[in-house]
């Protein structure tokens, strides 16, 4: 639990992205939203803190450097279960909303909630005739759960049967009500709350489309002329705020939006009249800071802040997504030596960080890796001949900017041009070969290996369109390796026509074996690595797994499906439920990284130009630059170094191997190597 706090932490700060009555000070009329922000979140750290508040204080843009209240209510929810022995924390299947409260404030902590201590504290949410019963406010609120961190239930359908049952509760005049008996009329908070957990459906779904037009004519129709709400009499705090949130989640800017700037004010005016100096809010105007009105007008507040940068309140997937990098990041690298064979995780935490790659952690790799080379030469798997060693290595040396034409003088690129040993061990071999000559624009001996690469890839496509390990396993196609093909031929997507047809089939294959719950079934289990699979493939082709609406399940993204097989204390399982293990956590850590490169705008997963880039460099050794590294260039080192030849400022450059500014005899004894490296390929 300690690692999920500190990672917590680490992402709050590294983002900057809570009840008691107190004797009133006089409004603020003139408070600012950064102003009331930053006191109102000192005032109820301040004071106690339950499910709304401690959300409340995880949603402002406040850096946060305790976070002890967000352990201590983590322990709460983790004893409560432990006590009562049930994924119900009201004691009542009937009362749910305790759950849908505690499953989005945990997820704002990037916390899984499908497994908390053991207990799903999700799955309560897919009985939607216990939902009815406690009434649309449960309903609401266990929609906006669900979405909070793109979670699933055992029935796939839990959605749909909230949305419709919501959609069937509206009013005629497009409102909502607590109670219709008491709000014959509807009643505005309600009304805001049901636009907020249907505003993710509403560009794919007609029918919330029309309700959710509706039910914002009417909440304008509702406003009063200075911007503000009355509800049962009172004009207050809770109704504007709620408001203000509802409009947040449709996109819609609450400070300008048309129909709710009213004669004599606004929404975010009108709710900041309520503010009393120091901290807190008061209910109604004039009136003491409130605890229900202090939280509900903090929540409105950060919704502004998030609308700002493109975000909703009750999305927590990216904070899901960020812990679970960080965590995972630490479970990769628990009790694990970091050895030549650790490709894969070296590869994932490079790329996700270049921090990371440049803090010596992975020096231990280097220097088992060259160990490696130094006895098997040019061709790792001594024993088949077999060149993905090579290939993996290639990706993972890249990833820290290591050139691989020269890793001591060996060349380990140079093999992958032997199109027999490829063919031999069959498609995933050449599927690695052209990823790891790809990222960083290698070439070798044959100019043509990379056409040759793609046409051979082609080739081996099953009638069908898919690619797969053995047509005995999976007749119909494997969803791992046509996934990894797709990744391998996306370079070449937009310029070689019978690529792009060939990774349209295999996409739509793709889309068509994804499960209802948007995660993908291989071999008769859910997987985390086919899932994961897919996501990279999304990712090199240029869409975003987060959002792209083709890969989107019942509004469960890809992201979302693979991040109900991670463990809150770090890792993936490859089977829902199941233990975490390294294999499928590096695999899901290197979907992770793919997106997470994706939305901080930097080149994909396998383009590691960004660290080495071939195509703008020298061969090694080339000091005449004729383009071929061969024994005419050792002999003009040789003579430079027996004062029998001048050498120019580039070659002396080309001649410095070792780069250690000296052109001296270790430079020529390692030209010596790289072409007798060469020649051994």
């Known amino acids: 639990?300690?690692?999920?706090?500190?990672?917590?932490?680490?992402?709050?700060?590294?983002?900057?992205?809570?009840?008691?009555?107190?004797?009133?000070?006089?409004?603020?009329?003139?408070?600012?939203?950064?102003?009331?922000?930053?006191?109102?979140?000192?005032?109820?750290?301040?004071?106690?803190?339950?499910?709304?508040?401690?959300?409340?204080?995880?949603?402002?843009?406040?850096?946060?450097?305790?976070?002890?209240?967000?352990?201590?209510?983590?322990?709460?929810?983790?004893?409560?279960?432990?006590?009562?022995?049930?994924?119900?924390?009201?004691?009542?299947?009937?009362?749910?909303?305790?759950?849908?409260?505690?499953?989005?404030?945990?997820?704002?902590?990037?916390?899984?909630?499908?497994?908390?201590?053991?207990?799903?504290?999700?799955?309560?949410?897919?009985?939607?005739?216990?939902?009815?019963?406690?009434?649309?406010?449960?309903?609401?609120?266990a929609l906006m759960a669900l979405d909070a961190?793109?979670?699933?239930?055992?029935?796939?359908?839990?959605?749909?049967?909230?949305?419709?049952?919501?959609?069937?509760?509206?009013?005629?005049?497009?409102?909502?009500?607590?109670?219709?008996?008491?709000?014959?009329?509807?009643?505005?908070?309600?009304?805001?709350?049901a636009v907020q957990s249907l505003a993710p459906y509403v560009s794919v779904n007609d029918s919330v489309k029309t309700a959710v037009e509706k039910a914002v004519n009417y909440l304008s129709q509702q406003q009063l002329e200075n911007g503000g709400y009355t509800s049962y009499g009172n004009e207050n705090c809770e109704t504007v705020a709620q408001v203000i949130i509802a409009l947040t989640a449709l996109g819609k800017d609450p400070a300008s939006e048309e129909a709710f700037v009213k004669v004599n004010g606004g929404l975010v005016d009108n709710m900041l009249s309520f503010y009393n100096e120091g901290g807190g809010f008061s209910h109604t105007k004039g009136g003491a800071v409130n605890g229900?009105?202090?939280?509900?007008?903090?929540?409105?507040?950060?919704?502004?802040?998030?609308?700002?940068?493109?975000?909703?309140?009750?999305?927590?997937?990216?904070?899901?997504?960020?812990?679970?990098?960080?965590?995972?990041?630490?479970?990769?690298?628990?009790?694990?030596?970091?050895?030549?064979g650790s490709e894969w995780i070296v590869f994932a935490l490079a790329r996700l960080d270049q921090q990371i790659a440049q803090s010596g952690v992975f020096d231990s790799y280097v220097e088992s890796v060259k160990a490696e080379i130094a006895k098997t030469g040019p061709v790792l798997d001594t024993d088949s001949g077999y060149l993905t060693d090579n290939a993996r290595t290639i990706i993972a040396l890249t990833s820290l900017g290591i050139d691989c034409t020269n890793i001591d003088g060996v060349n380990i690129v140079e093999p992958l041009s032997n199109m027999d040993i490829i063919k031999e061990q069959g498609v995933n071999s050449a599927i690695y070969s052209l990823l790891a000559l790809n990222t960083a624009n290698y070439t070798t001996s044959d100019e043509d290996l990379n056409n040759k690469l793609v046409n051979y890839i082609l080739?081996?496509?099953?009638?069908?369109?898919?690619?797969?390990?053995?047509?005995?396993?999976?007749?119909?196609?494997?969803?791992?390796?046509?996934?990894?093909?797709?990744?391998?031929?996306?370079?070449?997507?937009?310029?070689?026509?019978?690529?792009?047809?060939?990774?349209?089939?295999?996409?739509?294959?793709?889309?068509?074996?994804?499960?209802?719950?948007?995660?993908?079934?291989?071999?008769?289990?859910?997987?985390?690595?086919?899932?994961?699979?897919?996501?990279?493939?999304?990712?090199?082709?240029?869409?975003?797994?987060?959002?792209?609406?083709?890969?989107?399940?019942?509004?469960?993204?890809l992201v979302e499906a693979l991040l109900a097989f991670s463990s809150n204390e770090g890792g993936f399982s490859n089977i829902l439920g199941k233990d975490p293990d390294k294999f499928s956590t590096t695999q899901a850590m290197y979907a992770i990284t793919s997106v997470a490169r994706t939305l901080t705008g930097k080149t994909s997963l396998y383009d590691m130009t960004d660290v080495l880039d071939k195509s703008q460099s020298t061969a090694f050794g080339d000091v005449d630059g004729n383009g071929v590294t061969d024994i005419q260039d050792v002999t003009m080192v040789q003579k430079y170094l027996a004062n029998l030849e001048e050498l120019s400022e580039d070659a002396m450059k080309t001649a410095d191997v070792d780069g250690n500014s000296v052109v001296d005899i270790k430079d020529v004894t390692a030209i010596q190597k790289y072409i007798a490296g060469n020649k051994a390929a």
Do not use: H
Request: with cysteine; glycine share 4%.
């Open 149 to 193: 961190g793109g979670y699933t239930t055992s029935d796939s359908e839990t959605r749909t049967k909230l949305i419709e049952y919501i959609l069937s509760d509206q009013m005629e005049n497009g409102a909502w009500a607590f109670s219709k008996i008491w709000s014959p009329n509807g009643d505005v908070d309600i009304t805001a709350m």
């Open 292 to 340: 229900m009105a202090t939280v509900q007008a903090m929540l409105a507040l950060d919704s502004l802040k998030l609308y700002e940068n493109g975000r909703t309140l009750y999305d927590m997937v990216p904070e899901m997504f960020t812990v679970t990098a960080v965590t995972t990041t630490g479970y990769l690298l628990k009790d694990t030596t970091l050895e030549y």
């Open 459 to 557: 080739d081996e496509r099953l009638e069908n369109g898919t690619w797969a390990y053995s047509v005995i396993w999976s007749p119909n196609g494997d969803i791992d390796l046509t996934a990894m093909a797709v990744q391998a031929l996306a370079p070449y997507y937009n310029r070689n026509p019978e690529v792009k047809a060939a990774v349209d089939t295999a996409m739509k294959f793709l889309k068509e074996q994804q499960s209802e719950f948007g995660y993908y079934v291989s071999f008769g289990n859910t997987s985390s690595s086919s899932t994961a699979q897919v996501i990279c493939a999304l990712q090199e082709m240029g869409r975003d797994s987060f959002t792209d609406s083709e890969f989107t399940v019942n509004n469960v993204s």
């Open 1 to 141: 639990m300690k690692k999920v706090f500190a990672a917590f932490l680490a992402v709050m700060l590294l983002a900057q992205t809570l009840f008691i009555s107190v004797s009133a000070e006089e409004n603020n009329a003139d408070v600012t939203v950064d102003k009331a922000i930053s006191e109102t979140a000192q005032y109820i750290m301040n004071n106690s803190k339950s499910d709304w508040e401690v959300l409340a204080l995880l949603r402002s843009n406040q850096t946060i450097e305790d976070t002890a209240f967000a352990e201590e209510y983590y322990t709460g929810i983790q004893n409560k279960l432990k006590e009562t022995d049930s994924p119900i924390l009201s004691g009542s299947e009937t009362q749910l909303t305790d759950n849908s409260k505690a499953i989005l404030t945990l997820s704002a902590m990037g916390i899984n909630c499908t497994d908390i201590s053991g207990y799903n504290i999700v799955e309560p949410l897919s009985n939607i005739e216990n939902i009815k019963i406690q009434g649309i406010n449960s309903a609401v609120y």
